[in-house]
C-alpha cells in the first residue's frame, strides 16, 4: 500500500494583477520509491516542506506532471538530475523514452487520462490504508474564494475557466468520482467522495 503526503496544499486567487497559483504538491511513498506530483511554482513552500520530512530534492525517484501548466511545473528546475513522468513518457535529460502498462514504473500506482482541463491531462491513482485516493491535478480544482462544495452534483458543474474540452472533463471527473474514495484537487483540500 502507497502512503500519500500533501506536502503543499494547492491555491489559486483572483486578483487585479495576475493570479497567485501553485498545485497540490503530493509525495507518494510506494515501496522504495518516492513520487512527486506537480512540484508547483512556489519553490520556497516547496523546499521548506521536503525540509520538513528530511528529503532532499535528489531523494525522489519519480517526478510525475498531470500537464504542463506552469504553476504545475515551474519547480522542475530544483531536481536538475531527476526523471520527469507523464502519462506515457519519461524525460531523462535530453532523452525521451516512452513507457506503457497503466502503472507508474517500479510502482503500483495507476495512471489514468483524464482529459479535458488540457488535452495531456493523467491522474493517479493509489491504494493507501483510508481507501483509493486519486491525485487529480486540475480535474477538480477552485478559486481560493468560491465556496466549497463536495455533492457529486456540484463536482460535475464545477465551472472550469481554462478547459480545452468541456465533455472530455465531465467524462474525467465522472470516471474519478467511480475510482476514488478520497480525492486531491489540484487547488484546494483533499476530500472524501460521496458513494
Known amino acids: 500500500m502507497a502512503e500519500i503526503k500533501v506536502l503543499v496544499e494547492g491555491y489559486a486567487s483572483k486578483k487585479k494583477k495576475g493570479c497567485p497559483a501553485s498545485p497540490s504538491v503530493v509525495l507518494i511513498f510506494d515501496g522504495n520509491i518516492k513520487v512527486l506530483v506537480d512540484p508547483g511554482s512556489n519553490a520556497k513552500a516547496l523546499l521548506e516542506a521536503l525540509r520538513k520530512e528530511k528529503i ?8 510525475f506532471l498531470t500537464h504542463y501548466h506552469l504553476d504545475h ?10 526523471d520527469i513522468y507523464d502519462g506515457d513518457t519519461i ?8 513507457f506503457s502498462g497503466g502503472k ?9 487520462k ?3 482541463h488540457a488535452y495531456e491531462h493523467c491522474s493517479l ?9 486519486a491525485i487529480a491535478g486540475d480535474v477538480f480544482w477552485w478559486w481560493n474564494e468560491q465556496k466549497k462544495n463536495y455533492t457529486r452534483q456540484r463536482l460535475l458543474k464545477q465551472k ?22 478520497y480525492i486531491i484537487p489540484g487547488h484546494g483540500k483533499m476530500f472524501k467522495v460521496e458513494k
Do not use: M, Y
Not at 491513482?125 to 485516493?133: D, E, N, R, S
Open 56 to 63: 532532499k530534492p535528489a531523494d525522489i525517484d519519480i517526478i
Open 125 to 133: 491513482l493509489a491504494q493507501t490504508a483510508k481507501g483509493k485516493v
Open 160 to 181: 472550469d475557466p481554462f478547459v480545452k474540452n468541456k465533455l472530455a472533463l465531465l467524462q474525467s471527473r465522472k470516471k474519478l468520482l467511480a475510482l476514488a474514495d
Open 73 to 82: 511545473l515551474l519547480n522542475i528546475r530544483l531536481f536538475p538530475t531527476n
Open 104 to 112: 507508474l514504473p517500479k510502482t503500483n500506482i495507476r495512471i489514468i
Open 114 to 116: 483524464t482529459p479535458g
Open 91 to 98: 524525460s531523462r535529460g535530453d532523452k525521451i523514452i516512452s
